[in-house]
């Protein structure tokens, strides 16, 4: 019998784009998602972007020399400078929430908004990820990361449960709008308008992290920002065995997740890229 969309995913449905969309946005899951949303919602009149500054996916000033935060998305993309209106540019005049204060709002705090979306990622990757992007702030005020490990897991942060696979899933298939997977961005790109609507454009493909490489000699190295706070590959010298010792609820819930995330790129027509 060929499967029902509900049997894969029992929110897959066509988005009533009046309402609005909630980011249940993990740290280093994908602040792209955000631009995604925004082209979708006709709220938002302004499209192409996630947020301004550092929520876009920028370098804060402790990691650049000068002090000058370098973004792909800033203020003077609209030609505006009045702050009421770039926050009405940002925030879709109050009625999207991703660019907001709660920007890393976890499902404890936020689970109870209406038509929530999430993203995952590898567990390997995401923890060297958020190693690396919190390291420069500590390191310049002299703190070790070790200090704040581990992090949050990906299951606590989008379900509020620490090892009940099952469990999550349920709250993702059932509780959730819609969430796809980092790590198979284009793949994701396709689920979502299969699923939710509307037409991918250009922006929702392009890598915004170029500014990494195009700005590089503005970037304090490492062994600048401090000699004495261990570095990431120092504190952590085994990223596979330490994921696998204290995320081991995450890689159990990727692979299952991976596996629906399959079956509804086929049900959708989407590529799968490996």
Same mark, same amino acid.
């Given at each position: 019998?060929?499967?029902?969309?509900?049997? !894969?995913?029992?929110?897959?449905?066509?988005?009533?784009?009046?309402?609005?969309? =909630?980011?249940? +946005?993990?740290?280093?899951?994908?602040?792209?998602?955000?631009?995604?949303?925004?082209?979708?919602?006709?709220?938002?009149?302004?499209?192409?972007?996630?947020?301004?500054?550092?929520?876009?996916?920028?370098?804060?000033?402790?990691?650049?020399?000068?002090?000058?935060?370098?973004?792909?998305?800033?203020?003077?993309?609209? @030609? *505006?400078?009045?702050?009421?209106?770039?926050?009405?540019? &940002?925030?879709?005049?109050?009625?999207?929430?991703?660019?907001?204060?709660?920007?890393?709002? @976890?499902?404890? &705090?936020?689970? @109870?908004?209406?038509?929530?979306?999430?993203?995952?990622?590898?567990?390997?990757?995401?923890?060297?990820?958020?190693?690396?992007?919190? $390291?420069?702030?500590?390191?310049?005020?002299?703190?070790? !990361?070790?200090?704040?490990?581990?992090?949050?897991?990906?299951?606590?942060?989008?379900?509020?449960?620490?090892?009940?696979?099952?469990?999550?899933? #349920?709250?993702?298939?059932?509780?959730?709008? $819609?969430?796809?997977?980092?790590? +198979? $961005?284009?793949?994701?790109?396709?689920?979502? +308008?299969?699923?939710?609507?509307? #037409?991918?454009?250009?922006?929702?493909?392009? @890598?915004?992290?170029?500014?990494?490489?195009?700005?590089?000699?503005?970037?304090?190295? $490492?062994? #600048?920002?401090?000699?004495?706070?261990?570095?990431?590959? *120092?504190?952590?010298?085994?990223?596979?065995?330490?994921?696998?010792? +204290?995320?081991?609820?995450?890689?159990?819930?990727?692979? #299952?997740?991976?596996? !629906?995330?399959?079956?509804?790129?086929?049900?959708?027509?989407?590529? =799968? &890229?490996?």
């Amino acid at each position: 019998v060929e499967p029902q969309p509900s049997d !894969i995913m029992t929110t897959r449905k066509k988005f009533d784009v009046s309402k609005s969309l =909630f980011y249940i +946005h993990n740290p280093k899951t994908g602040a792209s998602l955000i631009t995604l949303m925004r082209n979708l919602l006709p709220s938002c009149i302004h499209k192409d972007f996630s947020c301004f500054g550092m929520k876009g996916g920028g370098f804060g000033k402790y990691s650049t020399r000068g002090g000058v935060g370098i973004y792909p998305y800033s203020y003077d993309m609209f @030609n *505006v400078t009045r702050p009421k209106e770039l926050k009405a540019i &940002e925030t879709c005049d109050k009625t999207f929430a991703p660019c907001q204060a709660k920007y890393h709002c @976890n499902y404890a &705090e936020c689970g @109870n908004r209406k038509n929530k979306v999430t993203m995952f990622r590898k567990p390997e990757k995401w923890f060297a990820s958020y190693m690396d992007w919190v $390291w420069p702030g500590y390191a310049g005020k002299g703190v070790s !990361i070790k200090r704040v490990l581990p992090f949050q897991s990906q299951i606590s942060f989008s379900t509020g449960i620490d090892e009940d696979v099952s469990a999550a899933i #349920e709250i993702l298939q059932h509780d959730y709008l $819609w969430w796809g997977i980092t790590d +198979h $961005w284009v793949t994701t790109v396709c689920l979502f +308008h299969c699923e939710l609507g509307g #037409e991918p454009r250009e922006s929702e493909l392009r @890598n915004t992290r170029d500014h990494k490489i195009a700005r590089q000699e503005d970037l304090i190295p $490492w062994d #600048e920002i401090s000699t004495t706070v261990p570095r990431p590959e *120092v504190v952590v010298p085994d990223i596979p065995a330490y994921v696998n010792e +204290h995320y081991k609820s995450d890689v159990l819930l990727y692979d #299952e997740l991976l596996v !629906i995330f399959k079956e509804r790129s086929e049900m959708c027509g989407c590529d =799968f &890229e490996y």
